[in-house]
């Protein structure tokens, strides 16, 4: 007994000097429901992606730290994994006074601007219809080979610079450039990026974006604007636009967003694509807990979707 005991105090004391220098988070969330669109069959599937995490730091000295995270989505439905083993986040960086950059596989950095505005977060029968009609025909909701810059705060402003490169020979690099400000009850954004070229081509895809939201007491209201242009004649541009509000009554969040989505080429003119509105509830039973109900119209493919389940983080 004494010398289990002693070898137990031999760990611990181990254990506490490794995470005096570094620290490690596992974390994730496990999201499922049961979902009906029109002319479908009933099936479960997730609001927000399950995913399980690991992310952690070490501090290097003088206020600089190294910094990781590696993310992999699950479908909680079947246990099988999604796409490769960390398809959500893959990186590696240094943290400071001058601000986080960080390289490898992460959210595109346009594309993330979309929760700031999107009251479903881009989540949810609604939410993720908004999240491809926001990218204008040409963003993406990760890329990879990515650099990525955040600044410091100034007085609520943050800079935030990112480049994916191509790796293939004599295709172009991406470029974005983000500037989010918030202060108290306000935030807004604005973004420009141009689209990193898959395969050498002569096109180059570039998506402008803004953003804000104003919160007044329990409600939030919220609005955006993207337009995408693909360079391309025969698929045109994309003008996309967001409303939305939300409220917190009765111990959650209640919800509403419409987004429409306007296309002109060589073709058409200012074509319907996208017009939908939804309606959504979130109701927590802890910190951690959650259930919901959703419910959306998609005019434009006359679809009706419905959505209730349980999302639980840890």
Not at 95 to 108: C, E, I, L, P, Q
Request: no cysteine; glycine share 14%.
């Amino acid at each position: 007994m004494k010398k289990i005991t002693l070898a137990a105090m031999v760990i611990g004391a181990f254990a506490s000097s490794a995470q005096a220098q570094s620290n490690v988070t596992v974390y994730g969330v496990v999201d499922l429901g049961l979902a009906k669109t029109t002319n479908g069959t009933t099936v479960e599937r997730e609001n927000h992606a399950s995913r399980l995490g690991f992310k952690g730091s070490e501090e290097l000295g003088n206020g600089l730290q190294a910094i990781f995270n590696l993310e992999s989505e699950i479908l909680a439905d079947t246990g099988m994994q999604k796409g490769n083993l960390f398809d959500r986040q893959s990186w590696v960086g240094l943290k400071g006074s001058f601000g986080t950059v960080y390289m490898g596989r992460t959210k595109d950095l346009i594309d993330g601007a979309q929760t700031r505005v999107e009251p479903f977060g881009a989540d949810g029968v609604v939410g993720k219809v908004n999240e491809a009609m926001m990218r204008g025909g040409v963003g993406a909701s990760r890329v990879a080979n990515a650099i990525t810059y955040n600044s410091p705060s100034f007085q609520g402003f943050v800079l935030s610079a990112q480049a994916v490169l191509s790796e293939v020979k004599g295709a172009d690099t991406g470029y974005a450039g983000l500037v989010t400000y918030d202060n108290g009850p306000v935030s807004l954004h604005a973004g420009y990026q141009r689209v990193v070229q898959a395969a050498v081509t002569p096109a180059e895809p570039k998506l402008w974006t803004v953003g804000g939201g104003y919160k007044f007491g329990d409600a939030k209201v919220t609005a955006a604007y993207s337009k995408g242009d693909t360079d391309v004649a025969a698929t045109g541009e994309f003008k996309s636009y967001l409303v939305g509000v939300s409220y917190a009554i009765g111990g959650g969040e209640a919800k509403a967003v419409y987004g429409k989505q306007k296309q002109s080429n060589n073709k058409v003119n200012d074509l319907d694509t996208v017009k939908e509105f939804g309606l959504g509830y979130d109701y927590s039973l802890s910190k951690r807990t959650a259930v919901y109900g959703y419910a959306g119209r998609e005019r434009v493919k006359s679809l009706t979707s419905y959505q209730l389940g349980i999302t639980h983080k840890f």
